[in-house]
């Protein structure tokens, strides 16, 4: 059931668009109209709701995961999160680390669209299991324990979302060295180029960065900065958009202005970020994909190999491996010279400078 023509043929009331007149209408309202849960309603789902309210859990009614999806917009609660970890919790469940003692009477194996529902109400509210929940994968995963941080679905603490790198990936450094974990927006996005180029190769390790880097600074340049809509953003040439951007500002502004603008965004971000005390170390995967390949199906035997594909990224991004921090080169180039002011950032880039015996070189 959980397809776009099933949505089509039997939720959907209307396209919407954000606001007249945008010509995407790219928002979907929908309604289940009979079942358990009749009159609920939802703009969506989208695909990344699908995925964790739905296909993680082992819930394939579409009518479920429209409700589970309502009860996420209005109690506030972020979808990919909400059902990342409540499939983590379920994995847990089934697997004997966690009991119908510890969930409260809940029975949550996978599958179970009621108790999926209630613990999306029970998480907003912090009542019994759902205050668990709640924590979200990475603080419930150190709970738990028994190894089940191995296949706690997160980076940096912000649960994955819905493309697996094993099989696209350029998406292993988006979400493991991404700004803010997890993200598939913000670390970039290479599911498009990944399967509709025939000169990528989806399922090689090497030779992803400069994919990874080109939309990672092209949404934080073209989308992100100018406040344009992303999916608007993907469809326009980047001569076209430049050219908005010179028209509103009143000043020059190129295609490689785009980019130049996304790379010192992120460049930023990453100075911000290693400030607050992430390391290189921190930038990573859950050991499910770079230890544990799938047994069947076109990803049989794939793994990440995270390691070479971080060194890569960091090489073409010019950053030092000491510290992830740009290097005084790419400060430089960048014109960001003035962040080592920050004592913290000068001290550490002062010590990844040094000989390893400390001291002046």
């Known amino acids: 059931d959980l397809l776009g023509e099933s949505l089509r043929e039997k939720y959907l009331v209307k396209d919407s668009p954000c606001g007249d007149p945008c010509p995407s209408r790219c928002s979907k309202v929908t309604v289940v109209r009979e079942g358990d849960h009749a009159g609920a309603f939802t703009e969506g789902p989208e695909y990344e709701t699908v995925y964790s309210l739905g296909t993680c859990c082992g819930i394939y009614d579409l009518g479920t995961v429209i409700a589970a999806d309502q009860a996420c917009d209005l109690l506030g609660l972020d979808t990919i999160s909400a059902g990342v970890t409540i499939a983590f919790a379920m994995e847990c469940y089934e697997r004997g680390l966690i009991d119908a003692e510890d969930t409260g009477g809940l029975d949550l194996r996978f599958g179970n669209g009621e108790a999926m529902l209630q613990l999306v109400h029970d998480a907003a509210f912090r009542r019994g299991f759902g205050a668990r929940i709640a924590l979200g994968s990475r603080a419930l995963a150190a709970e738990i324990g028994g190894g089940s941080e191995a296949f706690a679905m997160h980076a940096k603490g912000m649960e994955i ?5 094993r099989g696209v990936k350029g998406m292993a450094t988006v979400y493991g060295c991404g700004p803010r974990g997890g993200c598939h927006h913000a670390g970039g996005y290479t599911v498009t180029v990944e399967l509709t180029n025939p000169d990528v190769d989806r399922f090689a390790d090497t030779g992803k960065a ?4 080109g939309t990672r600074n092209r949404r934080a340049g073209a989308a992100d900065s100018p406040c344009t809509c992303a999916f608007l953003s993907i469809g326009m040439q980047d001569d076209s958009l430049a050219e908005l951007i010179a028209a509103a500002t009143g000043r020059p502004f190129s295609a490689a202005d785009l980019y130049l ?40 035997g794939k793994t990440v190999d995270f390691d070479l594909m971080r060194a890569e990224l960091y090489a073409a991004s010019g950053l030092d491996p000491a510290t992830s921090l740009p290097t005084p ?33």
């Open 161 to 165: 979302g819905g493309y697996d790198p």
């Open 210 to 213: 400069p994919i990874t880097l």
């Open 261 to 300: 603008t996304g790379e010192r965004v992120n460049a930023l971000e990453r100075v911000i970020n290693v400030r607050e005390g992430l390391r290189p170390d921190d930038d990573t995967l859950p050991a499910r994909l770079t230890d544990e390949p799938l047994q069947e199906g076109p990803l049989a």
């Open 329 to 361: 080169e790419t400060l430089e180039r960048l014109g960001l010279q003035w962040v080592t002011d920050d004592p913290v950032i000068a001290e550490l880039a002062g010590a990844a400078g040094r000989p390893s015996g400390g001291g002046a070189a």
